[in-house]
Every structure is written in structure tokens, then in C-alpha cells.
T-cell receptor, first 120, second 117 residues
Framework: AQKITQTQPGMFVQEKEAVTLDCTYDTSDPSYGLFWYKQPSSGEMIFLIYQGSYDQQNATEGRYSLNFQKARKSANLVISASQLGDSAMYFCAMREDPYAGGTSYGKLTFGQGTILTVHP | NAGVTQTPKFQVLKTGQSMTLQCAQDMNHNSMYWYRQDPGMGLRLIYYSASEGTTDKGEVPNGYNVSRLNKREFSLRLESAAPSQTSVYFC????????????????FGPGTRLTVL
């Protein structure tokens, strides 16, 4: 089964509007972390935001916020006040922490990505 | 700090040729990773090294070998390249320790675009 699912291959948003990029995940581990990365056309991977499974509050980093709904196993990225420079591929990723003292050594499982296009 | 560096940036191989992708990080991270990125599939883990002296398979290890030369360097080797290995390869590192450690984000290198003809 897919562990990370991003159901939106492409999204369009008008400059200065907010946009939500969807991410659902599947894990049976009690502890895990969720990450969002941005990949512009130049190809580098840029870390945006992190949410731990035990975090009580939704993570925020500037214009980025993570709408974390643990019961629904979703971790949607919200970008407020979109800018032309936000046009890029966005990846959701999960790190699982196995129970009983095990560790994933930080390994990430990525979703397929969503291409965001910001229109002027 | 350079962060994570990868060489080469581009490479074209013929089927059956071998090559080594180099990766180095200057952030004193324990853990290093190799991913491949194919269209429509996101990034998939090939191999990882939790700490110096250890390596382990990821999701798609077939056709690859790795060496954690020291804490800084983690290389990926294709012994006999195949067209199916045409991809963009990313190296990453993070301060992810052993059991009970604190996990931070992974820092990625700029990638190597490999074409196998």
C-alpha cells in the first residue's frame, strides 16, 4: 500500500491567494514525522516544514503551515499569499519510528509530488 | 559551509559501464542517504548509512552498491549500468542518530542527472 499519497498531480493558484496541497499517509507506528519539501525547476530539494506525530500544535514556518489531522492521517501544506516563486514541485514525506525502541534512522518515504503553478 | 555536494552533475553512460557517484557533507551529520527520482514516482531510497561504518538497503537497492568512506563521504556505485537506472540521483544527510535520537530534516545535494544509453 502507498505510504504517502499526494492525489493532486497539478495545482494552479492566483498570486496572493492561499493554496492547500494534500497529503495523506499510512503508518502503524505510534511515532512518526511528516515533512514537506519544495523542488523548483532548478532541481534542488528545499526543506519547508516538519510536523511530529506527537506535536500538539500545527507547524508553521512563515507563509507555510501544516494542517495536521492525525485521525484522518492527513498532513496538508497550506501556502498563504502565494508568490510567483512558489511555482515548483512539492513533496510530502514521512519518517516512521518503529515501536519498542526501533529506529528508522531518519529514512524518508516520499509521495509522488504536486506541481504548483502560481499565475500572476 | 558547502552543505551536501555531489559529483558529477551530469553523466551519460553506455549499458554495462560502471561508475561511482560521489557525495560529501560538511555538517558533521551521522546519517547519509541515496535516493533516485523518476518522473511520477517521487524520491525512492536506494541505500542509507545510519552512521560511519554501517550501510543498509533501502527500497530499491538492486544494481547498486555503496561505501561510507568516512563520516563525510558516502558513494554510490553502479557496477553495470542499465537503461532502467536512468534517473536523477540525490544524496542527503541528516543528524539522525541511533535509537532514541532526535531527527531533523534531511539536507539534499544538488543531484546527479544520469542517462544510460
Amino acid at each position: 500500500a502507498q505510504k504517502i499519497t499526494q492525489t493532486q498531480p497539478g495545482m494552479f493558484v492566483q498570486e496572493k491567494e492561499a493554496v492547500t496541497l494534500d497529503c495523506t499517509y499510512d503508518t502503524s507506528d505510534p511515532s512518526y514525522g511528516l515533512f514537506w519539501y519544495k523542488q523548483p525547476s532548478s532541481g534542488e530539494m528545499i526543506f519547508l516544514i516538519y510536523q511530529g506525530s506527537y506535536d500538539q500544535q500545527n507547524a508553521t514556518e512563515g507563509r507555510y503551515s501544516l494542517n495536521f489531522q492525525k485521525a484522518r492521517k492527513s498532513a496538508n501544506l497550506v501556502i498563504s499569499a502565494s508568490q510567483l516563486g512558489d511555482s515548483a514541485m512539492y513533496f510530502c514525506a514521512m519518517r516512521e519510528d518503529p515501536y519498542a525502541g526501533g529506529t528508522s534512522y531518519g529514512k524518508l518515504t516520499f509521495g509522488q509530488g504536486t506541481i504548483l503553478t502560481v499565475h500572476p | 559551509n558547502a552543505g551536501v555536494t555531489q559529483t558529477p552533475k551530469f553523466q551519460v553512460l553506455k549499458t554495462g559501464q560502471s561508475m561511482t557517484l560521489q557525495c560529501a557533507q560538511d555538517m558533521n551529520h551521522n546519517s547519509m542517504y541515496w535516493y533516485r527520482q523518476d518522473p511520477g514516482m517521487g524520491l525512492r531510497l536506494i541505500y542509507y548509512s545510519a552512521s560511519e561504518g554501517t550501510t543498509d538497503k533501502g527500497e530499491v537497492p538492486n544494481g547498486y552498491n555503496v561505501s561510507r568512506l568516512n563520516k563525510r563521504e558516502f558513494s554510490l556505485r553502479l557496477e553495470s549500468a542499465a537503461p532502467s537506472q536512468t534517473s536523477v540521483y540525490f544524496c542527503a544527510s541528516s543528524e539522525a542518530g541511533l535509537a532514541g535520537g532526535v531527527y531533523n530534516e534531511q539536507f539534499f545535494g544538488p543531484g546527479t542527472r544520469l542517462t544510460v544509453l
